[in-house]
Nanobody, 128 residues
Framework: VQLQASGGGLVQSGGSLRLSCTTSGIILDWSAIGWFRQAPGKEREGVACFSGTDSKTYYSDSVKGRFTISRDLAKNTVSLEMASLKPEDTGVYYC??????????????????????WGQGTQVTVSS
């Protein structure tokens, strides 16, 4: 299984970015795919999760209404559309996938059980 995250960059506050996670070797219909981020000096946190079996989506409270996770089965890709970006959205964004389920804990989405497969991360920097 391979995951390739892309689409990060530098954007001004209020701007938009689209991240993509291209997958291979995993059946997205049966998988949960999540986006996580890690800011400098902080723990990694869940941002969004897409449940492959029922297409339900889950978001952290901090991004709800601004971020949208979606799946393209034809391209084996899961995207994260980010709008109204804020400086606190800055961090390295990782995609993760496994034959797992999405869940929410303390207001943040996660995969359960812990996913085995991770992308390499893509940097998102939002300037004020």
């Amino acid at each position: 299984v391979q995951l390739q995250a892309s689409g990060g960059g530098l954007v001004q506050s209020g701007g938009s970015l689209r991240l993509s996670c291209t997958t291979s070797g995993i059946i997205l219909d049966w998988s949960a795919i999540g986006w996580f981020r890690q800011a400098p000096g902080k723990e990694r946190e869940g941002v969004a999760c897409f449940s492959g079996t029922d297409s339900k989506t889950y978001y952290s409270d901090s991004v709800k209404g601004r971020f949208t996770i979606s799946r393209d089965l034809a391209k084996n890709t899961v995207s994260l559309e980010m709008a109204s970006l804020k400086p606190e959205d800055t961090g390295v964004y990782y995609c993760s996938a496994d034959y797992a389920a999405c869940a929410v804990k303390n207001g943040a989405p996660l995969l359960t059980p812990d996913p085995r497969y991770w992308g390499q991360g893509t940097q998102v920097t939002v300037s004020s």
